[in-house]
């Protein structure tokens, strides 16, 4: 792939489609901190000063395949759930299946504030917010015209169980060969379910704990 400078705002989208393409990949094969600016360029064929007209480090990278993700995760759950009513079960079901087809979010949003927005340029940011932003107010609406009986206050609630609680226990299920030994050296009991059927599981506890807190019912 050769380098040609971008002339409009749709080159320049479609350039850094290339981009975040080309970090997915090389994320499927190495540590992402094994994975240098030099070594995405050469995936692209782009010099480094080329590649950074479009982005100034990794973490905007990211930045841009989350925000990306965020908007087919909606989709995604927008296009299953329509706008039915479920039963609780049905829900959660449904929510669990398509969590897991997004396991990038799992693993990258309980990093973002901590340590992936503070290298990441405000041009990149202010976007990235106001599409999460969007999701969010997508998302609770879509929550509770599938579960009428929750307020948006608790459908907000909801979402950040998804992406406060999920990660954590995704992490249980994703963990390093040395991780995982020293689990297993300390004693600590292994995992007897699915990640599905925990997370569903997790899930209904926290749906139930939702609709018995007194705060979470205000509009």
């Known amino acids: 792939m050769s380098f040609q400078r971008a002339r409009n705002d749709e080159q320049r989208q479609v350039r850094l489609d290339q981009i975040t393409n080309a970090m997915i990949e090389l994320m499927q094969d190495l540590p992402f901190d094994k994975i240098t600016m030099k070594k995405l360029g050469e995936k692209l064929s782009f010099t480094r000063n080329n590649l950074y007209q479009y982005v100034k480090s990794k973490n905007e990278i990211i930045i841009l395949i989350i925000q990306r993700d965020f908007k087919a995760w909606y989709t995604t759950l927008k296009t299953n759930l329509g706008e039915q009513q479920f039963s609780e079960n049905e829900f959660i079901k449904i929510w669990v299946e398509i969590a897991s087809q997004y396991p990038r979010i799992l693993h990258w949003f309980p ?95 926290y749906l139930n704990g939702l609709k018995n807190t007194t705060e979470s019912r205000e509009n």
Do not use: W
């Open 111 to 205: 990093l973002l504030g901590e340590l992936i927005e503070k290298d990441v340029s405000l041009e990149k940011l202010i976007p990235f917010k106001k599409n999460f932003y969007d999701v969010m107010q997508n998302t609770e609406i879509l929550i509770i015209k599938c579960l009428p009986e929750l307020t948006m206050k608790q459908a907000e609630h909801l979402i950040y169980f998804h992406l406060r609680i999920l990660p954590h226990l995704f992490h249980l299920y994703h963990q390093s060969d040395i991780q995982q030994k020293a689990v297993k050296e300390a004693g600590y009991p292994a995992m007897h379910r699915t990640f599905a059927e925990n997370a569903a599981l997790e899930m209904q506890i």
